[in-house]
């Protein structure tokens, strides 16, 4: 007996209706109904090669491309019906296409499959959102940029194993960020390359044996390439994997940053104030101010990086070529998606309104003997081997210590009761400004570097 209700596009095969539980259960349609418009750009360009290679007629065509403007104005004015019964977003188009116009509609998935159909669908959709993402990502280094230009003069710790260490310039931990930032727009870029590749035409997996011009494909849809191999096509989920990697890596440094977001706006360091647009309150304790806002960049990337991981989890076994596994693939892209331009958007909007304690960051610059290092490179431009001049100055930081001073507090004389090379030249180096202008080599703190770079990238 034929199936009744319905009918699915592999219906002729089966002789029972499909369990309600068996297609709850494997509907895509509650996700990758975000892929609508591009199904419908992706099959215009498809109906216009058939009819190019007189697949179809032009009457035919123009009646197709006709009726997918008719659904994709439903769909923009949010006037589709979905129904239980629509699998995914495809087979969804394709039957209001053909509620539309007849049984023609069913002409358009000639040579096509949904298998190289959703790859398409991803690939378009993908690679307009990494658009998407690459600016959000530069609209946040020029925060970093315009941060550092204004705050230029300013010098705070520099940290290793989160103890005080060297004098920097705040500008240099700014464009620290800028750095990585610049990396992760140039990991997404490159992404985009792997992304904008045509799929369609692949079919199931084997291609057709119909006169399809898959390039004509390439050219209506702005895809600079075509894919080589039909069964790697429809099994490769490689560029998926390659942009959650760079969001997961974007993720991280994004974290780094909202870490020490909360650090510096915590009273135990006050070099922050978080601005009250972007902080909340205690239910409890009126005094409270709370920087939620990085916390949750914090907290989100943890999603971004399981996603990585289970779409590597997902993929790990399968053989070639198309397995239902995949459609497993796009709720973590999705919600990758979301989570990167939801934390950009949110950093660039409120880094411009947080305010630094100037006096805060360059008192902290000179607490923890951060001059340590310049008075031992003063002694090796005496001629002390680095080893002897780093064990005179522990020396004297013991000292210190033991009896409560600053280095730039002892006299000469105290200086030469650890060593004969002191001299009264030592002294005009124990400030903030000298220690951080000296680190003159590329890429060092010094603001002639800073400025220097501030030049380059425009600012």
């Known amino acids: 007996m034929p199936q009744k209700g319905t009918k699915k596009a592999w219906a002729g095969r089966f002789a029972e209706t499909a369990n309600p539980l068996m297609e709850a259960f494997t509907s895509s349609l509650a996700f990758d109904k975000r892929l609508a418009l591009y199904d419908i750009q992706g099959s215009i360009a498809h109906c216009r090669m058939l009819v190019k290679q007189k ?43 053909t509620e539309k116009i007849g049984s023609l509609g069913g002409k358009l998935h000639t040579a096509r499959s949904r298998n190289d159909q959703v790859v398409l669908d991803v690939r378009l959709y993908l690679r307009e959102e990494i658009t998407n993402i690459v600016q959000l990502i530069v609209a946040l280094q020029k925060q970093f940029a315009r941060l550092a230009k204004r705050h230029g003069d300013v010098v705070m710790p520099g940290y290793t194993h989160l103890q005080r260490a060297q ?50 494909v390439a050219k209506l849809l702005n895809f600079p390439s075509v894919s ?43 070099f922050i104030e978080l601005p009250d647009a972007f902080a909340t309150g205690s239910s409890m304790m009126p005094q409270k101010k709370n920087p939620d806002i990085p916390e949750l960049v914090r907290g989100k990337t943890g999603r971004v990086y399981g996603h990585l991981m289970a779409l590597l989890t997902i993929l790990k076994g399968l053989p070639l070529s198309y397995n239902r596994d995949l459609q497993e693939d796009k709720e973590p892209l999705f919600d990758t998606v979301d989570t990167v331009k939801g934390v950009l958007a949110i950093l660039d909007a409120m880094l411009p309104h947080i305010v630094f304690r100037e006096d805060r960051l360059s008192e902290a610059a000179l607490g923890g003997f951060t001059l340590a290092t310049d ?15 780093h064990e005179v100055v522990g020396a004297v930081v013991r000292w210190c210590v033991a009896h409560q001073k600053r280095l730039e507090q002892l006299s000469v004389e105290e200086w030469r009761q650890f060593s004969s090379v002191f001299d009264h030249d030592l002294l005009p180096r124990l400030t903030l400004e000298s220690a951080v202008d000296r680190r003159r080599s590329y890429g060092g703190t010094a603001r002639v570097n800073v400025q220097r770079r501030l030049r380059s990238i425009g600012v």
């Not at 985009?192 to 084997?206: F, I, T």
């Not at 080589?228 to 390659?242: G, M, Q, Y």
């Open 167 to 216: 004098p920097v310039l705040l500008a240099h931990h700014f464009l620290a960020y800028y750095e990585m930032l610049s990396r992760d727009r140039e990991r997404m870029q490159q992404c985009h390359a792997r992304v904008n590749v045509l799929p369609l035409g692949a079919g199931a997996l084997a291609g057709t044996t119909l006169p399809i011009d898959r390039h004509h």
């Open 55 to 97: 697949i179809l007629t032009r009457g035919e065509g123009e009646k197709i491309v006709k009726g997918l403007e008719g659904v994709r104005r439903e769909l923009e004015q949010q006037r589709f019906a979905f129904l239980p019964s629509d699998e995914d977003i495809h087979m969804a188009v394709e039957r209001r296409l």
């Open 228 to 270: 080589e191999n039909s069964l790697d096509t429809v099994a490769d989920r490689d560029f998926l994997i390659e942009f959650l990697s760079a969001s997961a890596i974007l993720s991280m440094h994004l974290s780094r940053l909202a870490e020490e977001l909360v650090l510096w706006s915590s009273s135990e360091f006050g």
């Open 375 to 389: 008075v031992a490179d003063y002694l090796t431009e005496k001629g002390m081997p680095f080893r002897k001049a």
